[in-house]
């Protein structure tokens, strides 16, 4: 072997051994592997005191709220005091090794909603300058979440609907809701996707430009699709060709994408959670600014596959009365029992699959349950997720557009369904809680036909199952489940019925109901 490989190769280790040594085992194995052989990566340090749950169950017990932004408010400051508070060593530190060099690419952000700090393209002097430094209890890398391309369905031409047609929208009877003047109005969604295209025709009008968008990876300072985000947001808000579940709704988005890989589709985990914690309190793009006041109804996050745990930034949304949709996973071949993916599968969330348009069966490359949580049921529903028409910002030829339209698959494209029926029950009842608008999601729904499996022991003809969950999503059927668990409190039934006309007031049977279209 050649000696300068071999050189080469003990160097790495040496630097390895010694970063790991200089941390007392503090760091990931991972982390002073990768910087000895890469020279740099971007890290999370985690630190021992400054407990977030600690500090916001403290808030809870000592005060009270008399508004939604109050609790924001008081909730942002609380946690990000504590956070200044505990890593003004380590920042400084790194400010300090910073200040003699004139390579710029190392950045800092602050997690303050799990206190922590991401560094990006860290290198071996940072790593140094942290050894010894007694706030730190881990310092671990960041993990990759790849999303799959765009999936060409190989079916009969019997489940493809007609060309042109949001079928989606109309099979979960969202123009129903609609003539009831129950458009989304007033609601703003927050995208965690790709990107989002700001000018194109299906999404231009309803984007809110105030603390609207941000990309920490390379803070651009508009939107823009990279991947497929637009498809996926179009069909929550679009206001083109009947696209769009609610389409008077606002949107802002995060994107979560590296920009720093080739790969046009990679996001970073560490940039998601940056992405969730935008959403609790929103900043201008170069990540100032914030205001939580600007926080969104609701987030649709299309990304899944994590490694790590994400339940402390979701539960920090929820407490801000902020929900979250999620899909629970897609894949190229049939699906196994037991491949949801978190976070669509956590117990908090609510995850969501996809049907076919013409025999409302479970979509052949939707993902399964059971997860490890006995008796925890994902996913928790099931939307439209093939051959949906939607807004794309390039064309087949991949030509940059504004008018395109193209048909799209995916759990994600489900997630989306569902993330505008929540848009549309939180115009109707602007007071309704997370846990609220959950029981109602699970249980505003219709059956699924069999596709004769079972998974974990249950048949997908008994309901609930972890094939298609409690069912598939129904706007009739939602609101009539939501007006019986809101009651007539203010902001909830009471207002809704100024909207309803009596027809929908005092339902009609079932079967004289419109019925649901099939292609």
């Known amino acids: 072997m050649d000696s300068r490989i071999i050189i080469g190769l003990l160097r790495t280790l040496v630097i390895a051994s010694l970063v790991s040594q200089a941390l007392g085992g503090k760091v990931e194995k991972q982390v002073t592997d990768t910087i000895a052989s890469k020279g740099k990566t971007t890290i999370l340090v985690s630190f021992k005191d400054g407990n977030p749950a600690k500090v916001i169950s403290e808030l809870k017990t000592k005060r009270s709220f008399t508004s939604l932004n109050e609790k924001r408010d008081a909730m942002y400051k609380a946690l990000k005091d504590t956070a200044d508070s505990t890593q003004a060593a380590v920042t400084t530190a790194i400010k300090e090794e910073l200040s003699s060099r004139t390579d710029k690419k190392i950045q800092t952000y602050q997690l303050w909603v799990s206190n922590q700090l991401v560094v990006q393209n860290a290198d071996e002097g940072i790593l140094q300058k942290l050894e010894g430094m007694t706030e730190i209890s881990a310092i671990t890398e960041d993990r990759r979440v790849a999303v799959p391309p765009p999936i060409d369905l190989k079916t009969d031409k019997s489940k493809q609907p007609p060309v042109d047609e949001p079928w989606g929208v109309t099979s979960i009877q969202a123009p129903e809701i609609w003539k009831t003047g129950i458009t989304g109005k007033g609601v703003v969604v927050g995208l965690v996707i790709n990107g989002m295209q700001k000018d194109h025709e ?22 823009y699709d990279k991947g497929y985000g637009t498809r996926e947001g179009s069909i929550v808000i679009g206001k083109t060709k009947g696209i769009g579940v609610a389409p008077d709704a606002q949107w802002i988005a995060c994107s979560p994408l590296d920009t720093s890989t080739p790969d046009p589709i990679m996001a970073s985990e560490l940039y998601l959670r940056i992405c969730l914690q935008w959403m609790a309190c929103p900043t201008d793009y170069k990540g100032l600014n914030p205001d939580c006041s600007k926080a969104p109804n609701l987030v649709l996050v299309t990304w899944g596959g994590v490694q790590t745990d994400f339940t402390l930034f979701i539960q920090q949304l929820h407490d801000l009365n902020i929900a979250t949709i999620f899909p629970i996973g897609k894949m190229f071949e049939q699906p196994a029992c037991g491949t949801v993916k978190a976070p669509g599968s956590y117990k908090i969330t609510i995850g969501v699959g996809a049907i076919y348009s013409n025999n409302m069966e479970v979509q052949g490359i939707s993902y399964r349950g059971p997860t490890n949580i006995p008796d925890l049921i994902k996913p928790d529903v099931v939307a439209p997720g093939a051959y949906i028409l939607v807004a794309s910002s390039t064309d087949g030829s991949s030509n940059y557009r504004t008018d395109f339209y193209i048909g799209a ?36 729904v219709l059956p699924t036909n069999s596709t004769g499996g079972t998974c974990g022991g249950i048949p997908d003809t008994q309901f609930p199952n972890y094939h298609t969950g409690y069912g598939r999503v129904d706007a009739l059927k939602l609101f009539d489940v939501a007006k019986s668990i809101m009651g007539a409190k203010k902001g909830g039934a009471s207002e809704l019925f100024l909207h309803l006309p009596l027809v929908f007031l005092f339902p009609l049977p079932y079967f004289l109901l419109p019925t649901h279209l099939h292609f």
């Open 202 to 223: 299906a999404v231009s009008s309803n984007y809110r430009t105030d603390n609207g968008w941000y990309e920490p990876s390379s803070l651009t300072s508009t939107p």
């Open 409 to 444: 698959h995916g759990a994600d494209m489900a997630a989306a369904h569902v993330a505008g029926l929540a848009a549309l029950l939180y115009n109707a009842y602007p007071k309704v809680t997370v846990a609220q608008l959950q029981e109602s999601i699970r249980k505003g």
